[in-house]
C-alpha cells in the first residue's frame, strides 16, 4: 500500500464530487499495463469519485461540505483490468468521513464495471470504452 493526498473538490454544474489526485500515479500505473491491452486515457483528471452524478443525491445544505479539504487515502499498487476501465483500490478512512457528513454511506456501493463486490474507492488509470 502506497500513500499519497489529494484535494476534495465539488462541481456544482454536474452535481459530483470528486478527490483530485496526481496525475503522476495515474501515468506510471498507465506504464505497467500490459502491451497486449488496448486502452484510452481517462477524459477527466485523475481522481477519487466521492458523490456520483445521477446515482448518488446530496441534499443542498450539506452539498460542500469540507470543499478543498486535502483527503490523505492510501491505494494497492495491484493493477485492475475490469470490463470497461482499469483501476487501482484506494482506502480512505476521512474520506469515508466526508461521505457520511453528506448524509451517504461511509463507502460507496460497488460499481460492477469498476470492481467486483469489493467494497472500497478507485483510481481510474485508463479505460476501454472505444465506441463512445
Known amino acids: 500500500m502506497y500513500e499519497s493526498i489529494g484535494k476534495l473538490t465539488y462541481d456544482n454544474e454536474k452535481r459530483?464530487?470528486?478527490v483530485l489526485v496526481d496525475d503522476g500515479i495515474a501515468r506510471f500505473y498507465?506504464?505497467?499495463i500490459?502491451?497486449?491491452?488496448?486502452w484510452l486515457t481517462p477524459k477527466?483528471?485523475?481522481?477519487?469519485?466521492?458523490v456520483r452524478t445521477g446515482?448518488?443525491?446530496v441534499s443542498d445544505d450539506l452539498w460542500g461540505?469540507?470543499?478543498g479539504m486535502e483527503i490523505p487515502f492510501t491505494y494497492d499498487p495491484h493493477v485492475w483490468i475490469g470490463k470497461k476501465y482499469i483501476y487501482l483500490d484506494a482506502y480512505s478512512t476521512e474520506l469515508e468521513?466526508?461521505?457520511e457528513s453528506l448524509g451517504l454511506s461511509r463507502i460507496r456501493?460497488?460499481?460492477?464495471?469498476?470492481?467486483?463486490?469489493?467494497?472500497c474507492f478507485h483510481i481510474t488509470i485508463a479505460n476501454m470504452k472505444f465506441n463512445v
Open 16 to 18: 459530483r464530487a470528486v
Open 65 to 67: 461540505y469540507g470543499d
Open 34 to 38: 500490459p502491451k497486449s491491452q488496448k
Open 44 to 50: 477527466y483528471r485523475t481522481h477519487i469519485t466521492v
Open 30 to 32: 498507465r506504464s505497467l
Open 55 to 57: 446515482i448518488e443525491t
Open 109 to 119: 456501493m460497488p460499481n460492477p464495471s469498476i470492481t467486483d463486490a469489493r467494497k
Open 97 to 99: 468521513d466526508v461521505r
